[in-house]
């Protein structure tokens, strides 16, 4: 029988970048306590607090949304309409915001939504709370797995 616990409190690196995970499952294997959740659940969260984190985006950010769609510089610029080495810049930001246009940032957020939605209710409803500039100042993200299925 595996051995289970609930942490409180988990920070977690896996995505490129800290993220703390509220009442994380937790699994003993050889001695050792593990993560137990669904990456890709977990992935889509993350992907999920990003577009709404009401904060900049940092470089390591933009590196994981471009990841997660499994996207080459070339094609993430393309995208949003800017050059390849533009999408290195940002990305070599790592955990500093990215001091791109907020504009393009705006749309690179949207466009991060359509990995978790294609409710026209949820393009609306963010793109009315992204109409406000996200603050300079840094904020951490936090998941409750409680709501991670």
Avoid at 113 to 127: E, N, Q, R, V
Wanted: charged share 30%.
């Amino acid at each position: 029988m595996k051995k289970t616990k609930i942490q409180k409190v988990y920070e977690d690196y896996g995505c490129g970048f800290p993220v703390k995970l509220i009442n994380a499952p937790m699994v003993q294997i050889r001695g050792e306590w593990i993560l137990d959740i669904n990456p890709n659940k977990l992935h889509e969260a993350v992907l999920n607090a990003l577009v709404f984190k009401p904060s900049r985006l940092t470089g390591a950010e933009i590196h994981f949304i471009r990841q997660y769609f499994k996207m080459t510089l070339k094609e993430f610029g393309e995208k949003f309409d800017v050059t390849h080495p533009a999408v290195r810049k940002w990305e070599d930001a790592k955990n500093m915001a990215t001091e791109m246009k907020w504009s393009i940032e705006k749309d690179i957020r949207l466009f991060a939504l359509t990995g978790i939605s294609t409710k026209a209710k949820d393009f609306l409803d963010a793109y009315r709370e992204l109409d406000t500039k996200a603050t300079a100042k840094k904020v951490e993200i936090k998941i409750n797995l409680d709501k991670v299925a």
